[in-house]
């Protein structure tokens, strides 16, 4: 399913610039020049913005187990600590997660695992309260990412709450021509036009939100709200999920 390449890519941005591959919307700060502080106080907003949707929307979780997919190096996590009693922060990729790991300020309580599977069967079905993700997803191709979503509800406990961002763009029916052209451009097209660029080959991804709408459904959850949430594109809409383990 083309995780190598994503975990690849992961792998040496973490190794040169962790922070700028997670945030890299000020070329400023590119080349290990974002403030580690300053870094770490944007998940700390994110997830305040988190907290007060989900309570404007009557939908916040036990404040037990949260799992952050996707987690980089804790940005989210170490913010999630404020809120959870114990959480586990999750990624594809070493170099990332050695550097969350020595950034964590939260000891036990914040755990940081490796996943190159597609699948999160490293956890046990009914053992969280809460899952988010943000900006991570949208890295991985649309079946993959798919597996991902449906995993949450697996291993959310029945009325656990997942919260989850990832690009709407146009729908393409998996096997068909249509998702067969999407692969191509979206994979190893693009990755070659960023490399001759000198950039790194960073996919982005979509699933369109009738597809999501349905792996909600069909997992064992119920959504309860959707909204646009972050940075906009043309070809795509950035949604973010909140649905209900059933
Ligand atoms: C842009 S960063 C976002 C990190 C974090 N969510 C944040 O907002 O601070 C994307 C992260 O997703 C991770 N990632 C990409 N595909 C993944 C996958 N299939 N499973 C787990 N992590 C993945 C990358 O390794 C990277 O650390």
Redesign the pocket.
Known sequence: MG?KH?QKT?EDY?KSDPMY??LSGDKDLQGNKWDVEAFFET?VAEIADAIGYLQQIDAMPEANRAL??????G??SQALCTHFATVVG????YS?VECATAHNKFEKRCDYKV?TMDDLSQFEDASFDFVY????LQ??PPE?AAK?IAEFFRILRPGGIALFQVPSGKRHEPGSIGAKIYSLKRGPLRRFWKRIRGKPPVEIHYVHQSLVEEIIANSGGKLLHSRQFGSQHRSRVSMQYCAVAL
């Open positions: 995780l994503v992961y973490g591959a997670v998940g952050d997919f996707g987690c980089g190096v940005r989210l999750v990624d594809i990729s990332m996943n993700s943000n900006i991570s890295h991985s993959a991902y």
